[in-house]
Nanobody, 115 residues
Framework: QVQLVESGGGLVQPGGSLRLSCAAS????????MRWYRQAPGKERELVAG????????RYADSVKGRFTISRDNAKNTVYLQMNVLKPEDTAVYYC????????WGQGTQVTVSS
């Protein structure tokens, strides 16, 4: 059974940091590109960051460049999103996504940036 389980979301003040994790199981994690998306209320889901199957290549949305870092540990079947200098506009549900021959989604984790 394929599972992507996100964790690490929560409430943080502007300027703060959070680290999201996504634990994968049920498929060959090391063969998949991994991505983080987010969806704010009333807005479309948007791509935040992506990382290649080996971790050698990453890309980011312009809105998070220099503040967010995506990484992965293929030995632990886990992908991470380190989020620094958080802003209120980063408030959203964050989703983990795996894509290769098939595509899988996690259930999402809420991130709220507010004072």
């Amino acid at each position: 059974q394929v599972q992507l389980v996100e964790s690490g979301g929560g409430l943080v003040q502007p300027g703060g940091s959070l680290r999201l994790s996504c634990a994968a199981s049920g498929f060959t994690f090391s063969g998949y590109v991994m991505r983080w998306y987010r969806q704010a209320p009333g807005k479309e889901r948007e791509l935040v960051a992506g990382i290649s199957s080996t971790g050698g290549a990453t890309r980011y949305a312009d809105s998070v460049k220099g503040r967010f870092t995506i990484s992965r540990d293929n030995a632990k079947n886990t992908v991470y999103l380190q989020m620094n200098v958080l802003k209120p506009e980063d408030t959203a549900v964050y989703y983990c996504n795996a894509v290769a021959r098939y595509e899988y989604w996690g259930q999402g984790t809420q991130v709220t940036v507010s004072s």
